[in-house]
């Protein structure tokens, strides 16, 4: 096969890590990136879960992490031999405005949704870093949100933690512009477990109206879909991407144009 019929965006022979792997957005990602010819190890507080994901792709390993605990962190390092592609994927949400946000919640929100990102990028900086030796740069892609782009009603820490989020992703991307690509992945509403939590825990009594909310404010008319955001995973970890570091990927059916 000449090089112009190589097929595009494949990842044959690299090592990726996934936090919050399991289900959700990092679910698809595993999925996809195996496809692409990624080994995965699946990082995941849930052990279980990500080792009944393990066995299904057939190309991936189950790690459990916890993203705010450094000794996990670190324990999970010590498993990884070699490592060319993170995606900072965990994450929670929270609803609520600044007088409705406690000390408690937006202390939570920074500990998951931020300094998570600092302790596991910096823990597996090395071995990205190193990825070099390979022939090739090493990759993050971080998972942040349009919330951390525009204001959005209601969501005061979720907005805070996620343009944090955005603002580290370039800063890694300035600080190390020759041996390691830096790129956010800013979704709006996609279809996964954490969106039916919210809608379980804070509009039980509407949440079919509520639905209906999250997709009229996309312009497209729905929601996304975790596949869609895994696609632009493997492109960015591709070798296609080559070019591209700092930037922020919109997948948000046109929220952010509008």
Not at 24 to 40: D, F, N, P, S
Not at 207 to 229: D, F, H, S, W, Y
Not at 230 to 248: C, K, N, P, Q
Request: charged share 20%; proline share 3%.
């Amino acid at each position: 096969m000449s090089p112009d019929q190589q097929p595009c965006f494949r990842l044959d022979g690299r090592r990726a890590l996934v936090t919050g792997g399991a289900s959700g957005i990092g679910e698809a990602t595993v999925k996809e990136l195996v496809r692409a010819g990624a080994h995965v190890a699946i990082a995941d507080i849930n052990l279980s879960a990500a080792e009944a994901l393990a066995a299904a792709t057939g190309s991936a390993t189950a790690v459990r992490m916890d993203v705010t605990g450094s000794e996990s962190i670190t324990a999970a390092a010590s498993q990884i031999g070699h490592l060319d592609i993170l995606v900072n994927n965990a994450g929670i949400g929270h609803v609520g405005s600044i007088e409705a946000t406690e000390p408690e919640d937006f202390d939570r929100l920074m500990n998951v949704n931020v300094r998570s990102v600092y302790l596991v990028t910096r823990a597996f900086l090395p071995l990205l870093l190193a990825a070099q030796d390979k022939g090739h740069t090493g990759t993050i892609v971080n998972i942040c949100s349009v919330a951390g782009q525009v204001g959005i009603k209601q969501r005061f820490a979720y907005c805070t933690s996620k343009g944090a989020v955005l603002a580290m992703t370039r800063q890694l991307a300035v600080e190390y512009p020759r041996t390691l690509r830096v790129n956010a992945i800013c979704p709006g509403t996609v279809e996964t477990p954490f969106v039916e939590g919210y809608l379980e825990k804070f509009h039980k009594h509407n949440k079919e109206e509520t639905r209906a909310e999250l997709r009229a404010r996309q312009p497209i008319g729905r929601l996304g879909r975790p596949e869609e955001v895994a696609s632009m995973v493997r492109y960015l970890a591709s070798d296609e991407a080559a070019f591209i570091t700092g930037a922020a990927m919109a997948i948000d059916g046109g929220w952010t144009a509008a």
